[in-house]
């Protein structure tokens, strides 16, 4: 199974700021993926992370509030834009495995105030 | 829009008994996950069902898949207190090696002595 790491593990940030997430793979991986799992709530799909191209956007999720990078096949970043309270979630970078299994990062806990 | 609905989302059990968690799905998909989350904890996968008729066996947990049905089931028996956590199904929604996943609300499992 891969080896997900994520930077920060949790942040409390202030209204109006913005955050970049890391997520670091231990090994070459063609997709990657950022979810947002809000308070008490289940796990949504935000975007999928292209390397060598624009990420992929859900419906209701766009660029401009959550730019993606992915420079190589090992590492994504996700930030999040002017941060409001809305924003408070614990987010979530996933990567597909070679047998079909998706694996998820540890996740990183944002505070928003 | 695919949507995926599991039930119970809560879920109270005494040790020793049996029970099922359903896990319907709306749209054709040709892979069904089981995750379990602790609180505070990222996502664990516990079972990928590619195929109609696929069961899975771990421990005290079954998972089943039914594509006909569009039905997943989570199979627990003789709960001991350590399987308490919440348990999500999901559902590709793209098939293929496409990766994107969506979720169920969660059901959320209390095992009590």
């Known amino acids: 199974s891969a080896v997900i790491s994520q930077k920060p593990s949790r942040d409390i940030c202030q209204r109006g700021t913005s955050l970049t997430i890391q997520c670091q793979v231990d090994?070459?991986?063609?997709?990657m993926f950022w979810y947002r799992q809000q308070p008490g709530q289940s796990l949504t799909l935000i975007a999928t992370?292209?390397?060598?191209?624009?990420?992929?956007?859900e419906s209701g999720f766009v660029i401009d509030k959550f730019p993606i990078s992915r420079p190589n096949l090992t590492f994504s970043t996700l930030t999040v834009s002017n941060l409001s309270p809305e924003d408070s979630s614990i987010y979530l970078c996933?990567?597909?495995?070679?047998?079909?299994?998706?694996?998820f990062g540890p996740g990183t806990r944002l505070t928003v105030l | 829009e695919l949507k995926v609905e599991q039930n119970p989302l809560f879920l109270s059990m005494q040790e020793g008994k049996n029970y099922t968690i359903y896990c319907n799905y709306s749209?054709?998909?040709?892979?069904l996950y089981w995750y379990r989350q602790d609180p505070g904890k990222s996502l664990e996968s516990l079972f990928v069902?590619?195929?109609?008729?696929a069961v899975k066996q771990e421990g005290r947990l079954m998972a089943s898949l039914d594509t006909k049905a569009r039905l997943s089931t989570l199979h627990i028996t003789a709960a001991v207190h350590d399987l308490s956590a919440t348990y999500f199904c999901?559902?590709?929604?793209?098939?293929?090696?496409?990766?994107?996943?969506?979720f169920g609300k969660g059901t959320k499992l209390s095992v009590k002595p």
């Open positions: 992370a292209n390397q060598g191209s624009e990420a992929t956007y």
């Open positions: 749209t054709t998909s040709d892979r």
């Open positions: 999901a559902v590709d929604i793209y098939g293929g090696s496409q990766g994107n996943l969506i």
């Open positions: 090994s070459q991986v063609t997709m």
């Open positions: 069902l590619l195929s109609n008729g």
């Open positions: 996933s990567v597909e495995g070679l047998v079909i299994e998706q694996f």
